[in-house]
């Protein structure tokens, strides 16, 4: 007999919302990609060869396509996560970029970073978020391992 392990690869979900002036008028619910980096990291923690975990969100101005090889985003700016959460075997990350942060960046990609600032995925969106002062963004990026 011949076992064939059916678990699935890590993959992510990545849901936003952008406030202008506390109103929604923009939403996104998309998937990500996990980067060589985010599942070098993975099986790092695994070993015990790493404690840094996922802590923070970033954002850039980088329209180019997500790439496995993706180490960072282009203009980059990171934020700390506002929770982590695990049920089963998914992580959520919920995370806001508040009005006072991020101003003034066109922002087009989004990406998750552990501690040490190893990127672990990476979603570039097709549109373009205007960041300023009345731009609130609220989301939340679930790992399905």
Known sequence: MVFQDSTKPCRGDFHLAVYKDGKI???IDDHNLVVDAGRIRLAELAAGKSGSCITKIGVGSG?????ADDTELEGQQLFPLTSATVDGRDARFDFLIDNSQANGLKIHEFGLFCADGTMFSHRVRTGLIEKEDDIQ??????LHF
Do not use: N
């Not at 963004?137 to 679930?142: A, D, N, Q, S």
């Open 137 to 142: 963004i609220k989301g939340y990026w679930i």
């Open 63 to 67: 329209s180019t396509a997500e790439a």
């Open 25 to 27: 008028i923009d939403r």
